[in-house]
């Protein structure tokens, strides 16, 4: 349509979006960058301290340790959400009533809030109570029975499977509607060609996929860097930092020790280095597609 | 030969089935099990995790609902959930229907500055938002979640409308603007009705992700009186760690309008899940 008849109404129409959006996203993201350079309570006066914050965060063995769950979260992610759903979506993406009805399982801890996902897994992992250790039990693998949340070596593992459970629904959705997209020729093709299931699969249809598994990935690496309410409801970082998040170490610094020029130090680092991962990835997959 | 290798395939498509169908009732039960936990007493939950309840405790759930307060906890969920959709919908399909139909010099950037919000992580910005809060004197009110909900839904809301409304064919504006309606008139008595698929997806994964939502409402909210369910909930088993079922039934009660949601928008929900990421 014409520009300069409709002039007024394009500003008013983008505006309220726009103004909402910049002042509620953007300038927050601006913002803890320049707070990061303050020693500031939160009361009374913002002292300016130069990159102190920064150069603490990185001296401190509690932010490699919350980088390192991260990390472990990510490659859980990737390698474990991204595999899971291809596969199940490979053999659900047909539409009779079983696949529907399992395709509407698997996707529904999607729709529950993070709250619920973390109390129910903290009582599946009761040491007492849980059911896990009860099934052990009644399995007679008493030895297998542990302390899932309290003990440190394993706590951070053991919220793997609720961050798999959560999410394998989403991606498993992505991928069946690229597979469906994929045009039914290929296909025939293919078995006209005599492949076999699997070879399908690792030769037409990932491949033809890729550009969603890509996305999927993305989304994979900023989901597991936002999975600060699962961690908090359920170990909120403990036992002794064992399950430190970036995000619940932000937090923690934050609202639990008052340094909110230092929570906004980490929060600056948390956009940087997934801006980075991201861009890591992108550079990654989108080499290997083009093999 | 075909009928052993008919057989063989046989047992192959039953083991594959079998092993779908164990991970379909793996995924499930967690579910199932809060369902049923929710009406037992404690001394039952103890001691069969796994039967269902001996006698069926119905007073579980009304006493979360009274001794929790989950009745002002569910108003408050639903006041900043939907009073964050009204405005996310409105300014979200102003938004899309101009970046998507008109022609202007600034059009790629604001597009892509709207995309790049996918990728920021929330709680990046929870610290600089509650400086900000507290200086504008909003928290402890509505405004301090339905703000920030719109701000975070409106990215995917504008990238999944003005990808429908890309889809809409031309001649929609000619004529109207032959039979003398403005823009506005355009914009209300066409484009919106004509994108009521892409809104109802909108409308769903706006209305999940303020009502789950956990973080901004523990950080932005202090006030009892203004606690939403998810807040409820968690504040609630540290209260009453040791009554189970009260505890289950409170959570329970919270999943209970999101499970209907789902049930009944079941197919428009996993489209609006797909509509970013296949295209993006």
């Known amino acids: 349509m014409n520009i300069r008849s409709h002039r007024n109404f394009i500003v008013f129409a983008l505006l309220p979006a726009l103004l909402i959006y910049a002042l509620f996203v953007f300038v927050p993201v601006i913002w803890s960058a320049y707070y990061g350079f303050f020693n500031w309570s939160g009361i009374g006066e913002a002292k300016f301290i130069g990159v102190k914050n920064y150069v603490e965060i990185l001296q401190d063995p509690v932010f490699w340790r919350s980088l390192k769950n991260n990390f472990i979260f990510v490659l859980a992610a990737v390698f474990g959400q991204v595999p899971i759903a291809l596969v199940l979506a490979v053999l659900l993406h047909k539409s009779n009533m079983i696949q529907r009805f399992l395709r509407s399982a698997i996707f529904l801890p999607m729709v529950l809030s993070t709250v619920v996902i973390g109390m129910i897994w903290q009582y599946i992992y009761h040491p007492q109570i849980g059911i896990l250790n009860f099934l052990l039990e009644s399995l007679g693998l008493e030895s297998w029975k542990l302390q899932w949340l309290s003990d440190n070596k394993i706590a951070i593992y053991s919220l793997l499977p609720p961050l798999i459970w959560s999410f394998v629904g989403l991606y498993l959705i992505i991928f069946i509607s690229a597979l469906q997209n994929i045009p039914g020729e290929v296909h025939d093709a293919a078995k006209i060609d005599g492949a076999s299931g699997l070879r399908k699969l690792v030769s037409i249809s990932i491949p033809m996929i890729w550009g969603t598994i890509q996305v999927a990935i993305i989304l994979c690496i900023s989901g597991s860097l936002k999975s600060f309410d699962l961690v908090y409801i359920m170990t909120k970082g403990g036992p002794a930092h064992a399950t430190e998040l970036l995000a619940t170490y932000m937090y923690n610094s934050t609202f639990t020790s008052y340094r909110y020029g230092f929570g906004s130090a980490i929060s600056t680092t948390i956009v940087v280095i997934s801006l980075l991962l991201i861009g890591t990835s992108q550079w990654l997959t989108s080499r290997r597609g083009k093999k | ?280």
């Open chain 2, 1 to 280: 030969m075909s009928s052993t290798m008919l057989s063989i395939r046989k047992i192959r498509s039953s083991i594959f089935w079998a092993i779908l169908i164990g991970y379909g009732i793996v995924t499930i039960y967690p579910f199932f099990w809060l369902i049923i936990s929710a009406f037992k007493t404690n001394e039952d939950f103890y001691s069969r995790p796994f039967g269902l309840p001996m006698n069926w405790q119905w007073e579980n759930f009304t006493r979360a609902w009274e001794s929790a307060k989950l009745g002002t906890a569910f108003m408050n969920s639903l006041i900043v959930s939907l009073g964050s959709l009204a405005v996310t919908l409105f300014i979200a399909a102003l938004a899309s229907f101009v970046l998507a139909r008109f022609q202007f010099r600034m059009k790629g950037m604001i597009m892509a500055f709207f995309v790049v919000g996918m990728l920021i992580p929330i709680h990046s910005t929870l610290v600089p938002l509650f400086i900000l809060m507290k200086q504008i004197k909003l928290l402890n009110t509505y405004w301090a979640l339905i703000l920030p909900y719109t701000a975070f839904a409106l990215p995917t809301a504008i990238f999944v409308l003005s990808a429908y409304l890309m889809s809409i064919p031309k001649d929609i504006e000619e004529a109207s603007f032959i039979d003398g309606t403005g823009v506005w008139g355009l914009f209300l008595k066409v484009i919106l009705p004509m994108s009521l698929p892409a809104l109802s997806t909108v409308t769903i994964l706006s209305f999940l992700h303020s009502w789950n939502d956990f973080s901004f409402a523990l950080v932005f909210i202090s006030k009892t009186s203004l606690k939403t369910l998810p807040l409820g909930i968690a504040n609630f088993a540290d209260g009453y760690q040791t009554d189970y079922g009260l505890t289950l039934a409170g959570m329970t009660i919270s999943v209970i309008p999101t499970v209907i949601m789902y049930l009944i928008f079941q197919e428009q929900v996993m489209k609006g899940m797909t509509a970013g990421a296949v295209k993006g």
